[in-house]
């Protein structure tokens, strides 16, 4: 994901360097003590305690796990590619300190969700989440997507409909679509994300770890301040996701058309992008969706980058915020 001026998504990342990961080895003493008896178990340790948090069963019997922080109205956010729930941490803390129920949830094939061969298109991502709302039985709720998981909001909404849903927020989101077409001459060459799927192919550690130190948050440009901490964290949550969803993702992400669905928006939507997103061009997605949802508003971040969500956290905390408080 580049902007359709520059050559390949390699020319914003940062010199290649070799990493060394390092463990820390240990025995916990609760080793020692061996296992509790099969009584005293917990009857749901595969599905709670293993993840360290709670998971439903899609209708192919994928297994999709999420975290359900807070009470009060619902607030679902959707991460992008190739992260995982973890990306909302800092909004989650935020908004359920505020009185809200925020729950996050992996893609299937990312992060502690099942990693099946199939079911990588966004058909079977709206389908995924629309079990989730199911499982859980709610109603009202405002969904929240970050990049290719605006896409997930756009197509959940164009094949459900809004019945149950209160509000839509797209973040630094990929429809109405990236890839460039003689319908969309603006778009992204094709060329570039056969490179993204040939980097992903051929050493997908070294090109995540590109791609968190240049243009994700922007550390390519001059006078930025993410930290390293950051920057590690992203490639770890990276190193998560299945090859094979990453794969695919790349063109789930980059050729599905969300023109379509962004014309069944009829709730309250905040489209907030970065003036300098480097993956996901502004012209050609939120300049473009906000003019095709009905009751959009847009926020431009000036000099904010595609994860603006940590690099400008503090603002777009407050933006969400004060959306989901507005009753009109």
């Known amino acids: 994901m580049t902007h359709p001026n520059n050559r390949t998504i390699g020319s914003h990342l940062a010199s290649r360097r070799s990493v060394l990961i390092g463990g820390v080895a ?3 003493a609760l080793a020692l003590i061996g296992p509790a008896p099969l009584a005293a178990r917990p009857r749901e340790i595969h599905s709670v305690h293993r993840h360290a948090g709670r998971a439903i069963k899609t209708k192919d019997g994928t297994e999709i796990f999420y975290k359900d922080w807070g009470r009060g109205p619902t607030v679902i956010f959707s991460h992008g590619w190739p992260l995982n729930a973890d990306a909302w941490d800092d909004q989650m803390f935020f908004m359920a300190s505020h009185g809200f129920r925020c729950i996050a949830y992996d893609r299937r094939g990312h992060g502690r969700s099942g990693q099946p061969w199939s079911g990588n298109d966004y058909d079977t991502f709206a389908s995924d989440l629309a079990d989730l709302i199911d499982s859980l039985r709610l109603e009202q709720v405002t969904l929240v997507g970050h990049s290719a998981g605006g896409g997930d909001i756009a197509r959940y909404i164009g094949r459900f409909g809004t019945g149950r849903v209160a509000k839509a927020v797209l973040v630094s989101a990929i429809p109405p679509l990236m890839l460039k077409t ?12 056969d ?9 997908r550690a070294q ?41 695919e993702g790349i063109k789930a992400f980059s050729e599905t058309d969300f023109t379509s669905d962004l014309k069944r928006f009829d709730v309250p939507t905040l489209i907030v992008h970065g003036e300098d997103d480097q993956n996901v061009p502004i012209a050609t997605s939120a300049l473009l969706s906000s003019k095709m949802i009905g009751k959009a508003s847009l926020k431009i971040y000036p000099g904010a980058p595609h994860g603006l969500t940590l690099t400008h956290k503090d603002q777009f905390n407050g933006d969400l915020l004060g959306f989901m408080k507005d009753m009109s």
Do not use: H
């Open 26 to 28: 240990g025995a916990s």
């Open 195 to 203: 490179n993204i799927r040939s980097a992903v192919v051929t050493d």
């Open 207 to 247: 090109f995540y770890r590109d791609l968190g130190e240049g243009p994700f948050y922007g550390a390519n440009r001059p006078g930025s301040k993410v930290s390293q901490g950051a920057r590690d964290a992203f490639w770890l949550s990276c190193m998560q996701v299945g090859l094979r969803a990453s794969y």
């Open 182 to 193: 003689s319908a969309n001459p603006g778009g992204v060459p094709i060329e570039v994300f």
